[in-house]
């Protein structure tokens, strides 16, 4: 390697950078608010080393004869990263839907909390379900599905070949509906038990109106709501890992 090579070896190596570290920052579980900012720049520049053998060939050569050419590439990389790292995130968003639905049910929605997954307050119930997500991607491995995605990325979209736009939109469409019905899924035994329960209390109350409902309720609602999380909380995270697998899964060559 002479020194004449330097500036375009950079330079590549900064585009597969921006790839990589776009879908990393993004990505569920590598990419969380409360791992260390400093680690995830880490972890994305260990995955650029690695990758950047493997997939150097796919970018032109003689890229830095034209620096407009070389800032639509950077533009496409990011493009590419984020739209594969922000369909991961979305279904990762299902979590807080379910939870925030749940602690609604539960009478539970204004016990609130930090949530260090998106660094903001949420409900209790999201935050939770939210962290016991993190737990479930590394459980059952399927950060290696994150990786191997980083990885057929670049034999899904080729540096310098655009993004077809129709059927990205199609994909986001797609992507953000099914979040939102799996967030609403996952919640659905606490749907049903919410309209059983107020419909119970409402019968008592008027066949008893000297009763004080609201003492007798408030406490049933939240320990029935707490024992069917309990009950149901296996299932609702199996699934919430299926559909995450899934949503990964298009994004691999195989």
């Not at 900064?14 to 995830?40: C, D, H, K, W, Y």
Request: charged share 5%; glycine share 10%.
């Amino acid at each position: 390697m002479t020194v004449s090579v330097l500036p375009e070896v950079v330079v590549l190596f900064l585009l597969s950078f921006a790839r990589l570290g776009t879908m990393v920052m993004l990505m569920p579980a590598l990419g969380e608010q409360n791992v260390s900012t400093r680690i995830r720049l880490s972890l994305a520049l260990v995955l650029s080393f690695v990758l950047y053998p493997l997939f150097v060939g796919l970018y032109p050569s003689g890229i830095l004869d034209n620096p407009m050419r070389v800032a639509m590439f950077f533009f496409g990389e990011f493009v590419i990263g984020g739209v594969i790292g922000l369909s991961a995130r979305l279904i990762v968003s299902a979590l807080q839907v379910a939870g925030t639905t749940i602690s609604y049910q539960a009478s539970m929605a204004l016990a609130q909390s930090f949530d260090p997954t998106i660094g903001t307050q949420g409900a209790l119930i999201g935050n939770f379900l939210a962290v016991v997500g993190v737990v479930v991607v590394f459980a059952m491995e399927i950060h290696h599905v994150a990786i191997m995605a980083l990885h057929d990325s670049y034999l899904l979209f080729p540096p310098g070949v655009w993004l077809p736009v129709g059927d990205v939109t199609q994909m986001a469409v797609n992507t953000i509906a099914g979040a939102f019905k799996l967030g609403i899924s996952l919640a659905a035994p606490f749907i049903v038990f919410g309209i059983v329960f107020n419909l119970g209390m409402g019968l008592l109350n008027r066949l008893m109106p000297q009763v004080q409902i609201f003492f007798i309720a408030m406490p049933a609602n939240v320990g029935i709501a707490l024992l069917l999380l309990m009950a149901t909380i296996g299932t609702m995270m199996m699934w919430y890992a299926d559909h995450l697998r899934a949503t990964l899964g298009q994004f691999l060559a195989g």
